[in-house]
């Protein structure tokens, strides 16, 4: 989705692969002119692997036609690099008995994405929980506790 202002607008469908590089072209030079017709100075466009490497060589071969454009991978592809990474991700999946160790390579290699697809907002939740705590152990809420022992209720 696109938005313009105070409108939202879609882009148009592409009936071929998006691994075709005209059709990576094609979304590069779209996303030069949404950043264009926003008066920003930069593009965001988001890929899977897949259709990010093409995009990349091209801004790369290419250069500096498409210097303007931010290229990132989906949630999804994260997500995964984070588990290839040896980060304990993965150990903390079949730990928690979230994932069977059997079950382990299906997940990293994504060959059962239908049977691993529901431990993504689980684990997505368990990150959001460990960020949020991390976060409430730097804040000091002695005024807005005093402030709320005072408080009457009616």
């Known amino acids: 989705?696109?938005?313009?202002?105070?409108?939202?607008?879609h882009l148009m469908f592409v009936m071929e692969p998006i691994t075709s590089l005209s059709v990576v072209r094609q979304?590069?030079?779209t996303t030069q002119?949404?950043?264009?017709?926003?008066?920003?100075?930069?593009g965001l466009v988001t890929y899977d692997l897949n259709a990010a490497k093409?995009?990349?060589?091209?801004?790369a071969r290419e250069s500096p036609t498409f210097d303007n454009i931010f290229i990132r991978l989906g949630a999804f592809h994260i997500e995964m690099a984070?588990?290839?990474?040896?980060?304990?991700?993965?150990?903390?999946?079949?730990?928690?008995?979230?994932?069977?160790?059997?079950?382990?390579?299906?997940?990293?290699?994504?060959?059962?994405f239908n049977r691993c697809k529901r431990l993504h907002p689980l684990l997505a939740l368990a990150f959001e929980s460990l960020h949020f705590k991390a976060f409430l152990q730097t804040c000091d809420f002695k005024e807005e506790l005093h402030t709320l022992q005072q408080t009457k209720i009616i």
């Open 27 to 29: 979304t590069l030079q």
């Open 54 to 59: 093409p995009a990349m060589q091209i801004q």
């Open 82 to 112: 984070f588990f290839m990474a040896e980060s304990g991700g993965s150990d903390m999946l079949t730990e928690t008995g979230v994932l069977a160790p059997g079950s382990l390579n299906g997940f990293l290699t994504g060959k059962h």
């Open 1 to 9: 989705m696109v938005i313009y202002g105070h409108q939202n607008g």
């Open 33 to 42: 002119k949404c950043a264009e017709e926003c008066n920003q100075d930069y």
